[in-house]
């Protein structure tokens, strides 16, 4: 049983629903090398959260910022305001959608269905860098 973890930073990114699992797999790799095992990516912020969805029509992360935005709209009377309008309904988003994700691997590959990818989704304004850890454990080839 092998286990590698590694933190990686990501660019600043605009406020919306970003594929980032070419980052990620770069980043690791080890990967290649296990046999079965899983993948688990953390995201270490509160107003930013990780999901998996459709990876090829564009127009899916348009419309799940869409969503986002009308469950959590920036229109509400919060009461944690002091880091602007949009930080409340990021820690809300970031509830929703959850800090992490795992993903099983076999032969050196993560098992993403075909349509599949790993999102960032940033929910400020001007969020900055976002930290994630990436933790692989498996058996070797």
């Not at 270490?44 to 910022?65: C, F, G, K, Y």
Request: glycine fraction near 8%; aromatic fraction near 4%; charge should be negative.
């Amino acid at each position: 049983m092998v286990w590698h973890e590694r933190t990686i930073q990501l660019r600043a990114v605009p406020r919306g629903f970003h594929l980032i699992t070419s980052q990620i797999v770069d980043a690791i790799p080890e990967l290649q090398r296990v046999k079965v095992g899983l993948l688990h990516v953390f995201i270490q912020h509160t107003s930013a959260s990780l999901t998996i969805n459709e990876n090829a029509d564009p127009d899916v992360r348009v419309d799940m910022e869409t969503a986002m935005n009308l469950i959590a709209s920036e229109d509400l009377s919060y009461v944690h305001t002091l880091e602007g309008p949009d930080d409340m309904p990021a820690h809300v988003k970031s509830s929703l959608l959850g800090s992490s994700v795992s993903v099983p691997i076999c032969d050196g590959r993560l098992q993403l269905g075909t349509w599949q990818g790993i999102y960032l989704c940033e929910h400020r304004d001007r969020g900055g860098r976002r930290r994630l850890v990436l933790t692989l454990q498996g058996e070797e080839k």
